[in-house]
C-alpha cells in the first residue's frame, strides 16, 4: 500500500494580548465628569427629624430643616484628567534621583538641582532620614555571605507611580517603594517653574 503524504498541523498563532488592570480606576482617571457634574445651584433637600412634644399626646413637631452639605467642588476647566507626557518624564526623572539616595548610590545633595531653593533642604533632609531608617533595617538583618558589592543590600524598587495634574504647571505624584521585606511610600509636588519642572515638597513614609 502507497504512502499517503499529510501535511503537518498548523500551529495557531500566538497573539500578544495587553494584560488587564489590577486595580480599579482612580478619579482622575475616569472618562467622565463623575457625579458632581451639574450640581451646581442645586438646593438642599428640606429634611427633618422628628421630635417628640413635651407634655403632649404623642404627637410630633418637625425640627428645622437642616442644609446638607454640598459636595465637592468641581475641577477647575484648566484641569486634566491626567498628567501630561511632560509632567510624567519630570516626575520619573525626579523619583529617580530619589531611589538613587536611598540606596547610597548618590548624595543626598544631589536633589537640590531638581528642587525649588527655598524647599531643597527639606527635600533633602527627608531623603537623609528615610536613608537612615532603610540602613537600620538592613543593619537588623542576618549577615548572609555573598559575593559583590551590593552584597545583603536590600535595594529599594520602585512598585507604583500615580501622577496627576490638578492644574498646569503644578503635578502630584504618590509613588509605592519596596524592597524584598518591606514597603514604603513617598508622595511629591513639583511645580513648574522657568521652564524646569522642580520639586517643592517631598515626603517618604
Known amino acids: 500500500m502507497p504512502a499517503v503524504r499529510t501535511r503537518p498541523l498548523a500551529r495557531p498563532a500566538v497573539r500578544l494580548r495587553p494584560v488587564p488592570p489590577l486595580d480599579p480606576p ?33 404627637a410630633t413637631d418637625r425640627a428645622p430643616a437642616t442644609p446638607v452639605a454640598p459636595g465637592p467642588a468641581a475641577l477647575p476647566p484648566e484641569a486634566l484628567a491626567t498628567a501630561s507626557a511632560e509632567a510624567r518624564q519630570a516626575a520619573y526623572r525626579f523619583l529617580g534621583t530619589a531611589l538613587e539616595i ?27 532620614a528615610a536613608t537612615r531608617r532603610l540602613a537600620e533595617q538592613r543593619a537588623q538583618r542576618p549577615v548572609v ?19 496627576c495634574e490638578p492644574q498646569q504647571g503644578i503635578a502630584e505624584a504618590a509613588a509605592v517603594l519596596g524592597s524584598d521585606e518591606r514597603s514604603w511610600a513617598m508622595a511629591f509636588r513639583l511645580e513648574r517653574r522657568r521652564g524646569a519642572w522642580l520639586g517643592t515638597h517631598a515626603r517618604v513614609l
Open 26 to 58: 482612580f478619579d482622575d482617571e475616569l472618562a467622565g465628569p463623575g457625579w458632581v457634574a451639574g450640581l451646581e445651584g442645586q438646593l438642599a433637600l428640606p429634611l427633618a427629624v422628628p421630635v417628640p412634644r413635651v407634655g403632649g399626646s404623642g
Open 102 to 128: 536611598l540606596n547610597g548610590y548618590r548624595p543626598a545633595a544631589h536633589v537640590r538641582p531638581l528642587s525649588v531653593g527655598a524647599e531643597a533642604t527639606a527635600i533633602t533632609e527627608q531623603l537623609v
Open 145 to 163: 555571605r555573598s559575593r559583590g558589592a551590593n552584597a545583603g543590600r536590600a535595594t529599594v524598587r520602585l512598585r507604583l507611580l500615580r501622577v
